[in-house]
C-alpha cells in the first residue's frame, strides 16, 4: 500500500513499507522508482526481519515534484522517510542513490549506519571531464525542455550503443522515461562535489556511521575502482559478490544488507 509523507517544503512523498524490524530505507538510482527499478525487489527480499521503506524520489513516481530538485530537498525528503521510520534507519543507496545515501548519512538526519552498491563516482581525470561535459549537457537538455534528448544522452553516457537507445526511443515505456528526466540534473549533483564526479573524500572521511561499500564482481572495473575508492576513504566494510553486474540480483544482495544492518 502506498503511503506518503511530507517534506519540509510541503512535497508529498510516496512510499510502501513492508515487513517488520530494524528500518531500512532505499534509494533508487538515476531514472528509477518504486515501479520501474529493483528497490521492490529487494525491499521484498529483505522484509523478512526488517521494516524496508521504498519511495518514489521526488519528481518520480507518485512522488511530487515540489518546488526544485536541488540535493539538500532530497535530503530532506529522506528525513522525513527516517522520521515516518521512527528516528532512525539504515541507508541503502544503489548506483547513484548511493551517493544521496552518503551525503544523507552525515546529515544528521538519524542515519544509524549507510549501504551502498557501486556509487559511479570518477577516479580518473578523463572520467571526470566526462562527467562534467555530461552534467552540462543534460542540464541544457532538461532547461530547453528536451526531456527525450536528456534520457539519450544519460543512456548513451553510460554506454548504452546508439541502435539500442534508437529502439528504446519506439518502446512502450519512453515516456515513462522522459517523465522523470529532469531528476538526471539532481543525480549528476549529488555525484558532483567539487565537479567531475571525484569522491568525495574529505566528506566520506568525515562520516560517523558505519558504512557498507558493495560492488560487483563482474561490474566495469571503472565502477570497482570507484567502489574500492569510496570505502578507503570512508574507512568502510567492502565487499565484492561474485558473479553480479551493476544490475544486482535481490537474492543476491539482501543477505548482506541483513548481516550488516544486524551488527547495529
Known sequence: MTEFVTSADGTRIAYRAVGEGPAVVIVDGALCHRAFGPSTGIADRLADGHRVFGYDRRGRGESGVGPGYAV???????????????????????????????????????????????????????????????????????????????????????GMPEPMIDGMRQSPGWPVFESVAPTLVTDAEALDGAGGAPVPVERLAALTVPVLVL?????????????????????????????????????????????????G
Open 72 to 158: 539538500e530537498r532530497e535530503i530532506e525528503d529522506l528525513a522525513a522517510l527516517v522520521a515516518a521510520a521512527g528516528g532512525s534507519a539504515t541507508l541503502f543507496g544503489l548506483s547513484s542513490g548511493g551517493a544521496l545515501a552518503l551525503r544523507a548519512a552525515g546529515a544528521g538526519i538519524g542515519v544509524e549506519r549507510v549501504a551502498v552498491y557501486e556509487p559511479p563516482f570518477s577516479t580518473t581525470e578523463e572520467q571526470r571531464a566526462r562527467f562534467s561535459a555530461y552534467r552540462a549537457g543534460v542540464g541544457e537538455d532538461v532547461a530547453a525542455g528536451e526531456r527525450g534528448a536528456a534520457v539519450a544522452r544519460f543512456m548513451a553516457f553510460v
Open 215 to 263: 560492488d560487483g564482481g563482474l561490474s566495469p572495473e571503472s565502477l570497482r575502482d570507484a567502489a574500492r575508492e569510496t570505502a578507503a576513504a570512508a574507512h568502510a566494510e567492502y565487499r565484492t559478490l561474485e558473479g553480479q553486474t551493476h544490475e544486482v540480483a535481490p537474492e543476491a544482495l539482501a543477505p548482506v544488507l541483513a548481516e550488516f544492518v544486524a551488527k
